[in-house]
């Protein structure tokens, strides 16, 4: 393997096990998110006749929950091959807004590291890394990134396999569950807003997605793609005529 | 085999957006009133996120979950802590649905 020159390790890099406390410590919140929907998946893998082993295997290797939701709704349908794909293109199209801005921490990184390490580019990780300002050194990026996306890899399909065991039997707990995506992601952003463009990009973005969601109009992933555009056309009109 | 190919093609696809910006054309390379606008995606895409989750789930809209939302935001705005945040808003909600 070699290394770039700015992505050798130097005095200021973490090692291994700083990076994987780091990484750990920041998804207990993840887990809190992705707990609902990983069960959820799993609890559709079992209603679904794909098998349990390909619908658990998918969950890593897809590492999207709602885009799988739909590959296991649209297949239980009878959908065929190209629907199923360019359903998953339209709701991760966001993967590209995330991938845009997190391009400058890939920038000087290995080869193999810049065509696998986007693997993991999701909610939770694109908010736990925007969220930290101490992963500027390229070394220390890399192993927070694969500590992170490995443990979240492994607690997601954990999630799934779960849903496809005790799924069933949550019961009345689910109405709780529902609620835990939108706890985290607006824990992770709240502290965020502190200056005008970024609150009018989240107030415009919040709005136009939530109207959107509520009309139950557009496919799934479109409300959100849809409302992330708005809000920053809107914040970028609001910063240029601040200055 | 519908089903391994059509997952196949999902696993695929969403490998090819991620990597679209990173390795494939990188952001650097993107016009520089674009490149200006990418700091505001964050909050726009997250909030986008957590209204969609408030209102495009199933029991959506609900005002426990509307309640549980303003403790969340009000709590992680005023301490900055994650999982206390989340907790309360949690906490809120499993309360108010028991009345």
């Known amino acids: 393997m070699t290394l770039s020159r700015s992505a050798r390790p130097t005095?200021?890099?973490?090692?291994?096990?700083?990076?994987?406390?780091?990484?750990g410590r920041d998804l207990i919140p993840a887990m809190v998110a992705l707990a609902p929907l990983?069960?959820?998946?799993?609890v559709t893998v079992q209603q679904t006749a794909i098998g349990t082993l390909l619908g658990v295997a998918s969950?890593?290797?897809?590492?999207?929950?709602?885009?799988?939701?739909?590959?296991?709704?649209?297949?239980?349908?009878?959908?065929?091959?190209?629907?199923?794909?360019?359903?998953?293109?339209?709701?991760?199209?966001?993967?590209?807004?995330?991938a845009a801005v997190l391009e400058?921490?890939?920038?000087?990184?290995?080869?193999?590291?810049?065509?696998?390490?986007?693997?993991?580019?999701?909610?939770?990780?694109?908010?736990?890394?925007?969220?930290?300002?101490?992963?500027?050194?390229?070394?220390?990026?890399?192993?927070?990134?694969?500590?992170?996306?490995?443990?979240?890899a492994v607690v997601w399909t954990g999630l799934v396999g779960l849903g496809v065991v005790v799924g069933p039997a949550l019961g009345s707990g689910g109405g709780v569950l529902a609620f835990a995506p939108a706890a985290v992601f607006l824990a992770m952003v709240a502290p965020r807003l502190t200056d005008r463009p970024a609150l009018t990009a989240a107030a415009v973005g919040g709005l136009t997605s939530g109207a959107l969601a509520f009309s139950g109009a557009l496919p799934a992933g479109s409300p959100v793609l849809l409302g992330a555009a708005a809000g920053v056309v809107a914040a970028g009109l609001t910063r240029r005529r601040t200055t | 085999m519908t089903a391994l190919l059509a997952s196949a093609g999902a696993v695929v696809v969403t490998w090819v957006l991620r990597i679209l910006l990173i390795t494939l054309l990188p952001a650097a390379r993107l016009p520089s009133a674009v490149q200006r606008a990418l700091p505001l995606v964050g909050p726009a895409t997250l909030m986008a996120l957590v209204a969609a989750a408030l209102f495009g789930s199933p029991g959506g809209g609900q005002p426990a979950f509307l309640v549980g939302a303003l403790l969340t935001g009000?709590?992680?705005?005023?301490?900055?802590?994650?999982?206390?945040?989340?907790?309360?808003?949690l906490g809120a909600v499993a309360l108010l649905q028991l009345f």
């Open chain 1, 59 to 98: 969950a890593p290797a897809i590492f999207a929950g709602t885009a799988q939701l739909s590959v296991l709704t649209l297949l239980r349908s009878g959908a065929g091959i190209a629907a199923v794909v360019v359903s998953v293109a339209v709701i991760n199209a966001r993967m590209l807004l995330y």
């Open chain 2, 74 to 89: 009000a709590v992680a705005w005023w301490r900055g802590n994650i999982v206390l945040a989340t907790g309360v808003g």
């Open chain 1, 11 to 23: 005095q200021m890099s973490w090692p291994w096990s700083r990076a994987a406390a780091a990484a």
């Open chain 1, 104 to 152: 400058p921490r890939f920038r000087g990184q290995p080869t193999w590291f810049r065509w696998l390490g986007p693997h993991f580019v999701v909610d939770p990780s694109f908010a736990l890394v925007t969220a930290r300002d101490d992963l500027t050194d390229a070394v220390t990026f890399r192993r927070y990134w694969l500590a992170m996306g490995g443990g979240m």
């Open chain 1, 38 to 42: 990983g069960l959820v998946v799993g």
